[in-house]
């Protein structure tokens, strides 16, 4: 029997195919994955190491973001709401934590339970108490309407065969005048057919 490709697959099969890798990676960070993980990735991409060099491990090990642009904005307000899509291992979501401080509060949503749990984890040893974790769909997000006052992302649009639904759960979710920063994967070129059909290039 032939190999299926991305393109015989159904949404929800391709979530899990996206769920199972990220899985992989919570359950084992040091392994050589066709994209870049971890502490070293990350000084790379630009996040301060002043912030970065005091989370906890379990943190860092598994960062899997392909932006520092949420950790180096400078917007966000004591006291918001923040919701944060794809959390992964929670590196963006404890930064995030600090910036809105004890009286604001992070939301991180995941396909990943195994991700989820790495985040609450290094949230507990890092003194963050103001981030709550949810396992849930970007597409379909269980949170009140016009309830957060920025939703953010770090490289999860890349991954979802469903981006439209993204889009109208961001707008559903946001309070008026709310605000959405997203980091994306910029192609210099068009992938070829093959590429675009292969599941292992689907996570590059």
């Not at 195919?17 to 392994?31: C, D, I, M, Q, W």
């Not at 509060?105 to 103001?130: C, E, H, N, P, Y």
Request: with cysteine.
């Amino acid at each position: 029997m032939a190999r299926r490709t991305i393109g015989d697959l159904s949404a929800a099969e391709i979530r899990e195919l996206v769920r199972e890798k990220y899985s992989e990676v919570a359950f084992n960070p040091g392994t050589k994955y066709r994209f870049r993980v971890g502490h070293q990735y990350a000084l790379d991409l630009g996040y301060p190491q002043n912030e970065t060099k005091g989370l906890p491990k379990v943190l860092m090990e598994c960062f899997t973001g392909v932006s520092s642009y949420l950790a180096r904005f400078q917007e966000f307000q004591p006291g918001e709401t923040v919701l944060e899509l794809g959390s992964g291992g929670g590196v963006d979501t404890v930064l995030l934590a600090r910036r809105v401080g004890p009286s604001g509060k992070v939301i991180g949503f995941d396909l990943s339970l195994a991700m989820l749990q790495r985040a609450a984890t290094g949230s507990k040893q890092g003194g963050i108490s103001q981030v709550h974790f949810n396992q849930a769909l970007a597409e379909a997000l269980p949170i009140a309407s016009s309830s957060v006052d920025w939703v953010v992302s770090n490289g999860i649009f890349n991954l979802s065969p469903e981006k439209e639904r993204i889009l109208e759960e961001i707008h559903r979710v946001l309070k008026p005048g709310g605000r959405v920063l997203c980091s994306e994967i910029v192609l210099q070129r068009q992938p070829t057919i093959e590429e675009r059909l292969n599941e292992d290039d689907w996570f590059k």
